[in-house]
T-cell receptor
Framework: NAGVTQTPKFQVLKTGQSMTLQCAQD?????MYWYRQDPGMGLRLIYY???????DKGEVPNGYNVSRLNKREFSLRLESAAPSQTSVYFC???????????FGSGTRLTVV | QKEVEQNSGPLSVPEGAIASLNCTYS??????FFWYRQYSGKSPELIMF????GDKEDGRFTAQLNKASQYVSLLIRDSQPSDSATYLC????????????FGGGTRVLVKP
């Protein structure tokens, strides 16, 4: 099983450009999450989808949008990238409440 | 007060010794607890979970939970250089909508 697959693995954007980070899981998990990880800041939740058809804001949603395309896929969109969005982005999923998360391999994004 | 707190380290232990990591949490309604290992430049990997008070052992790892005192710990026996990583504590908090709340992580260095 592939688990949680994120694309791309690396990306460099210019300020103001837009892009979509893709995430897909093949474990039939209900819930999916987008985190960013910055040095000294730990993992911060951007958006999550508790189940197909629902999305909710996390701790740091400003500047981002998400789409739960179907049960497998949960994408994160940056409409107008800013240098403050330079980070490592992780997608995660889990089967249900009380379960641990399975993380994707991450996307390292640099905004110049 | 942070919801999940960990000493950032680094925790330096000699090869073969026991590494002891601690984590405290604030939500008394928390029901499930997880330890993740994250190597530099990689994604978090689930290594232990515990739901009930007491100890849970898995190979060289032991998780300990004390809900009355609101702490969870991880022991790594016979520490190896390959155990050098950052260890993240995560708590499933009802107050956070049953999402995982992560601590900032403890960096462990195992010296040969």
């Amino acid at each position: 099983n592939a688990g949680v697959t994120q694309t791309p693995k690396f990306q460099v954007l210019k300020t103001g450009q837009s892009m979509t980070l893709q995430c897909a899981q093949d474990m039939n998990h209900n819930s999916m999450y987008w985190y960013r990880q910055d040095p000294g800041m730990g993992l911060r939740l951007i958006y999550y989808s508790a189940s197909e058809g629902t999305t909710d804001k996390g701790e740091v949603p400003n500047g981002y949008n998400v789409s739960r395309l179907n049960k497998r896929e949960f994408s994160l969109r940056l409409e107008s990238a800013a240098p403050s969005q330079t980070s490592v982005y992780f997608c995660a999923s889990r089967a249900g409440a009380g379960d641990g998360y399975t993380f994707g391999s991450g996307t390292r994004l640099t905004v110049v | 007060q942070k919801e999940v707190e960990q000493n950032s380290g680094p925790l330096s232990v000699p090869e073969g010794a026991i590494a002891s990591l601690n984590c405290t949490y604030s939500d008394r309604g928390s029901q499930s607890f997880f330890w993740y290992r994250q190597y530099s430049g990689k994604s978090p990997e689930l290594i232990m979970f515990i739901y009930s008070n007491g100890d849970k052992e898995d190979g060289r790892f032991t998780a300990q939970l004390n809900k009355a005192s609101q702490y969870v710990s991880l022991l790594i026996r016979d520490s190896q250089p390959s155990d050098s990583a950052t260890y993240l504590c995560a708590v499933n908090a009802e107050a956070a909508g049953n999402k995982l709340t992560f601590g900032g992580g403890t960096r462990v260095l195992v010296k040969p």
